[in-house]
């Protein structure tokens, strides 16, 4: 099956750091999504991607899904405390964002 | 307007019993997905409902099955519990299949 492969697995910066993390596939993805999920609680939808090539950006969050359509990164500019978390990303081919593949997650920690 | 709610938060059961897991999607949402996510993975699709029809499934085996009701809630069973079942079981509802999903907090299921 479709697989995910996040990097680097866990990050432990300064706060006003910026941050880079990708995620690659062995197959294509027709969408591409990143998620932050805090203890306790479910994902949440950070930047959708839809298009190879697109650059994203929602307030610090920049992403853009790679022209192989096979990678995407993304990064955070600035970080703060709350932005600690697990950051996952996952694509769908199916344009139902219901049925998508998930990577492992980044770890990251924001020190003060 | 209530978001994505899940019940119970914890679950412990012995190898061989079955489970019931409940989900209450966000109002008006008529698309609900499961997944499970093992301790330090992403999570997995299970399988997803759209309008009381099961809509897709991942890669898990038959004992795992769903339903959902005309108010869009959706219960998640598991027969014959094994101790690899132990997970975090995330449902998401959304406006139909091509939109965002809103994730639930999840049940926290220990196998013993």
């Known amino acids: 099956g479709q697989q995910l492969n996040q990097s680097p697995q866990s990050m432990f910066i300064q706060e006003g750091e910026d941050v880079s993390m990708n995620c690659t596939s062995s197959?294509?993805?027709?969408?591409w999504l990143w998620y932050k999920q805090d203890p306790g609680e479910g994902p949440v939808l950070l930047i959708a991607l839809y298009k190879a090539g697109e650059l994203t950006s929602n307030g610090r969050l920049t992403a853009q899904f790679g022209i192989t359509r096979k990678d995407s990164f993304l990064n955070i500019s600035a970080s703060i405390p709350s932005d600690v978390g697990i950051y996952f990303c996952a694509g769908s081919n199916t344009g139902n964002a219901g049925k998508s593949t998930f990577g492992d997650g980044t770890t990251l920690t924001v020190k003060p | 307007e209530t978001g994505v709610t899940q019940s119970p938060t914890h679950l412990i059961k012995t190898r061989g019993q079955q489970v019931t897991l409940r989900c209450s999607s966000q109002s008006g949402h008529n698309t609900v997905s499961w997944y499970q996510q093992a301790l330090g993975q992403g999570p997995q699709f299970i399988f997803q409902y759209y309008r009381e029809e099961e809509n897709g499934r991942g890669n898990f085996p038959p004992r795992f099955s769903g339903l959902q009701f005309p108010n869009y809630s959706s219960e998640l069973n598991v027969n014959a519990l094994e101790l690899d079942d132990s997970a975090l079981y995330l449902c998401?509802?959304?406006?139909?299949?091509?939109?965002?999903?809103?994730f639930g907090p999840g049940t926290r299921l220990t196998v013993l």
């Open positions: 998401a509802s959304s406006l139909g299949q091509g939109n965002e999903q809103f």
């Open positions: 197959s294509i993805f027709n969408t």
